[in-house]
C-alpha cells in the first residue's frame, strides 16, 4: 500500500506539476463543455419534503432593506422538520451581490478546484440556517444520504453542508457517488476539504494541500488538473482517513441507524398554536438575550399582561424548567415500524415549570379547546399537545385522536400511545387485561424502550379498545 501510494504521489506530482489558478486563463472563452459543466457542478439538489410549498412561501416573501429574504419567525417555527431541511436547502436567507456569478472558467471540467462554488449565485445561508444543519448533523445526512441513494447525485448546496458540518460518516457514499460517473469532480474537493478540516496529517504533508490550500489568499482560485493520478490519490488518502476514524464515526449501517433518527425528530415536531404567536416568539428571544441561567422565563409583569390565549401559545412553545439530559434521545432502532410506550420528549433539555403546568391543570377546559381548534384546523396533533392530553386525562378528545390518526394516513403511531396511556391512567380493565397491554407496560423492562410492532391487528385492537373505553365514559 505504501509503495502504491508513493507511485501515485510521483505520477500525481509529474502530471499535476504545479497547481494552478484561473488567472492564468484571463480573457479566454470558455467552451460549450466548460460551461456545460460549470452548470452541471453549480446544480443544487432540491428535496421533496414539501417543495412546492416551500416554494411558495419564499416566492411570497418580501425582503427587507438589505434584500434579505427570510421567513418569519412563526412561519419557520410552524414547519415539521423534513419541511425545514428543504427550506434551508434550496434557499439561502443572507444576500450578498456577487458580480462573478454564473460565469464558467476555461476547461473547467479539466480541473479539480480547492474549493466548492456558492450554493446560490448571490444568496447565502444565515446564521439560523447553519444553525439548523449543525444542531441537527445525524437527521441531515440521514436525509442527504436518502436523496443520494435515490438520484446517485450530490448537489452543490449538499457538498457545501456535508463539509460544514464535518460528515467525514459519509465518506464511502462520496466515494462511491463518484465512482458511477467519475464525472463531478466537486466530489473529490469535498473529500479534501473534509481531510483538511479535520487536519489528516498524510494530506496536510502533501504536495497537493501546498498547491492548494498553504495559501488562504489564494484557495479560492486554485485547482489541480483533473487526471488519473490525482483522482486516484484523493480518493486513496480520503479512504486511509475514513479507516482511521474512531469507530462511532464511522458506522456501517448508519443509514437505518438515521431512518429511525428522522423518525424520532418528526414524532418530537411541536403543535404551534396562531394565538400571537409571532408576539409571543419575540418575547421569548427578549427574555433570552436578558437571561443570566440556563431557563428562558418570561417576567411576572410580561407574563400576567398576556391574554389566556397567549399564555397557552406561550406555554405550548416553550419549557421554562431547564433539566440537563445527559443520557440523550432514547432511539429504538426501526421505530418508525414500531408503537411505543411513552411518547417522546418535546423540549430536550427543558420541560415544562410548576407554573406551566398549573396553567394547563387550572384551565383545563380552555386549553382543551384550544388544542382542539389548532388539531381541526391543521388535522395534526403535535408532541407538546400529546403531553397535555395525557397529563390532564382529556379522554373527552378520544374521537378527535382517533379521526386525526386516520387523517395522518395512519403514520402517527404516537396518537395510539395516546389512547394507550389513557385507558392505563384511568385503569380501563379491558386493556389492562390485553396482550398488548402486558407487553407495553408490564414487559419488565425500561418502559421508555418498550414497544409493540405496528401492525394492522394492534391498531385495530388499540382503536376498538380505546372505543369501547370512551362509550363507557359517555354513559356515565
Not at 380493565?429 to 421508555?448: A, K, M, T
Request: glycine share 4%; charged share 25%.
Amino acid at each position: 500500500m505504501k509503495r502504491t501510494l508513493l507511485i501515485l504521489a510521483a505520477v500525481a506530482v509529474y502530471a499535476a506539476s504545479f497547481a494552478q489558478t484561473d488567472d492564468d486563463e484571463y480573457g479566454k472563452q470558455p467552451s460549450k463543455e466548460s460551461q456545460a459543466y460549470h452548470a452541471y457542478r453549480t446544480k443544487i439538489t432540491r428535496p421533496p419534503y414539501g417543495l412546492e410549498k416551500i416554494l411558495a412561501l419564499i416566492k411570497a416573501t418580501k425582503g427587507d432593506e438589505e434584500d434579505n429574504v427570510a421567513l418569519s419567525p412563526k412561519t419557520y417555527e410552524g414547519l415539521s422538520f423534513r419541511e425545514k431541511f428543504t427550506y434551508n436547502m434550496v434557499h439561502g436567507e443572507s444576500y450578498a451581490q456577487n458580480c462573478d456569478a454564473g460565469f464558467a472558467n476555461i476547461n473547467e471540467e479539466k480541473k479539480v478546484y480547492a474549493v466548492l462554488p456558492g450554493a446560490f449565485e448571490e444568496e447565502y445561508w444565515s446564521s439560523r440556517q447553519e444553525k439548523f444543519f449543525e444542531n441537527n448533523h445525524d437527521s441531515v445526512v440521514a436525509l442527504m444520504t436518502a436523496s443520494i441513494g435515490r438520484t446517485h447525485r450530490v448537489g452543490v448546496n449538499f457538498k457545501r453542508v456535508i463539509a460544514d458540518i464535518n460528515a467525514t460518516e459519509m465518506i464511502p457514499l462520496l466515494i462511491s457517488t463518484y465512482n458511477i460517473e467519475k464525472k463531478d469532480h466537486d466530489l473529490l474537493t469535498v473529500l479534501m476539504l473534509l481531510m483538511l478540516n479535520n487536519k489528516y496529517q498524510p494530506f496536510l504533508a502533501s504536495v497537493s494541500y501546498k498547491k492548494l490550500y498553504a495559501d488562504k489568499e489564494t484557495r479560492w482560485k486554485t485547482y489541480l488538473n483533473f487526471n488519473s493520478a490525482n483522482e486516484a490519490l484523493i480518493i486513496q488518502r480520503a479512504t486511509d482517513f475514513y479507516n482511521g476514524l474512531p469507530f462511532a464515526q464511522k458506522e456501517e449501517v448508519f443509514l437505518p441507524v438515521n431512518q429511525s433518527l428522522l423518525h424520532y425528530n418528526d414524532r418530537r415536531d411541536i403543535s404551534m398554536p396562531s394565538y400571537g404567536l409571532e408576539k409571543i416568539l419575540a418575547l421569548i428571544e427578549q427574555a433570552r438575550q436578558k437571561q443570566t441561567g440556563m431557563s428562558t422565563v418570561l417576567s411576572p409583569e410580561i407574563y400576567s399582561a398576556l391574554p389566556l390565549r397567549e399564555k397557552f401559545t406561550y406555554h405550548m412553545i416553550n419549557g421554562e424548567s431547564y433539566n440537563q439530559n445527559c443520557s440523550g434521545p432514547v432511539i429504538i432502532q426501526d421505530e418508525e415500524k414500531k408503537i411505543l410506550a411513552q411518547l417522546p420528549d418535546i423540549f430536550g433539555d427543558y420541560g415544562w415549570s410548576v407554573r406551566q403546568w398549573g396553567f394547563f391543570k387550572d384551565n383545563r377546559d380552555s386549553v382543551i379547546l384550544f388544542m382542539t381548534a389548532s388539531a381541526v384546523s391543521s388535522t395534526r396533533i403535535g408532541a407538546n399537545f400529546k403531553w397535555v392530553i395525557e397529563r390532564l386525562n382529556v379522554t373527552e378528545m378520544i374521537p378527535l385522536l382517533i379521526t386525526t390518526y386516520r387523517n395522518s394516513q395512519k403514520k402517527d403511531h404516537d396518537l395510539l400511545t395516546v389512547l394507550t396511556l389513557l385507558m392505563q391512567d384511568n385503569k380501563y380493565q379491558p386493556f389492562l387485561s390485553s396482550g398488548i397491554y402486558q407487553q407495553l407496560y408490564e414487559s419488565g423492562g425500561s418502559r421508555s424502550r418498550a414497544y409493540i410492532d405496528f401492525n394492522a391487528s394492534n391498531e385495530a385492537q388499540i382503536i376498538q379498545y380505546a372505543t369501547d373505553f370512551y362509550g363507557g365514559l359517555a354513559k356515565k
